[in-house]
């Protein structure tokens, strides 16, 4: 005779199984994918800068330094590939963020603004924040673009408008890598 019996603890470690794949398609279904393939490389431009510069804004504004055009020749597309590297150093209230994005032709290239720095913790008893100056680095995409001349401009602004340290950058780079669509 087969006696068949409940085992709790079995069920409860499947139930745990089903529900962690469920919980894990529905987040990939949510995550968005931005495919945009290009041909050679037809034109590099770099800035670096090494000046200091620091804001406190919380909106968006121009980077100093960090903008310049780039040309797409007449009868062509063109795909760019846009890095902005920096060393950085959040300062304000906690949970603070510092942020970037990169403005093309004045519209947010993907993956848009994203926290670049976040503001670091302080010292206990003192009212200092310790400094963590840090190197990041991004990389944004734009295009297809057609033909003529395109801005590329990186923008910054602090997520606290309270914040009066800032968000600061000092050696920085701005790469952006032509291809051909």
Not at 98 to 120: K, Q, T, Y
């Amino acid at each position: 005779m087969i006696r068949f019996t409940s085992r709790p603890g079995r069920l409860i470690g499947v139930v745990a199984i089903v529900l962690g794949l469920v919980i894990t398609t529905a987040t990939a279904a949510l995550a968005v994918d931005l495919v945009k393939s290009g041909k050679s490389v037809t034109a590099v431009k770099t800035i670096t800068s090494d000046a200091f510069n620091q804001t406190t804004s919380s909106t968006f504004s121009n980077m100093p330094g960090m903008s310049t055009t780039i040309t797409v020749p007449a009868n062509q597309k063109a795909l760019l590939i846009i890095t902005f590297s920096g060393e950085t150093n959040c300062l304000g209230n906690a949970n603070g963020v510092c942020l970037i994005r990169v403005m093309v032709d004045n519209n947010a290239a993907p993956p848009g603004e994203i926290v670049f720095d976040s503001v670091g913790r302080t010292v206990p008893f003192q009212q200092d924040p310790v400094f963590s100056y840090q190197s990041n680095s991004m990389q944004f995409v734009a295009g297809p673009l057609n033909a003529g001349q395109h801005q590329v401009t990186v923008q910054w602004r602090m997520s606290d408008p309270s914040a009066t340290n800032g968000f600061t950058m000092n050696q920085r780079t701005l790469t952006i890598l032509r291809s051909k669509v």
